[in-house]
């Protein structure tokens, strides 16, 4: 029988407390910053899987490794046709989108 430990709070608990239910401002503001987040680490963490460095990926899709830092570090929005050219060309994957409700 597994027990419940009361003093643990769930991480969506936490943003229900902390930002408000999903659909408020700062909720979803939150949850955008995530995804961002998010995808830089999975770019991040598929170059160390390729064994790749920033800059033999950057030269690989024809752009330079600041570039390719800023993405992975969240500091430069990638539209959707570089990141697929990254994840294609640089990366030899492909990418998966879904919307969800």
Do not use: C, P
Request: aromatic share 6%; net charge positive.
């Amino acid at each position: 029988m597994k027990v419940k430990n009361s003093n643990v709070t769930t991480l969506s608990d936490f943003k229900d407390k902390h930002y408000g239910k999903r659909g408020s401002a700062k909720r979803e503001e939150l949850e955008a910053g995530y995804e961002s987040f998010k995808l830089g680490a999975l770019l991040h963490e598929a170059r160390l899987e390729k064994g790749l460095t920033q800059e033999e990926l950057a030269e690989k899709v024809g752009t330079t490794k600041s570039y390719i830092s800023k993405i992975e570090n969240d500091v430069k929005e990638v539209r959707l046709s570089t990141l697929q050219k990254i994840v294609e060309v640089g990366l030899g994957g492909h990418i998966s989108l879904a919307i969800k409700f």
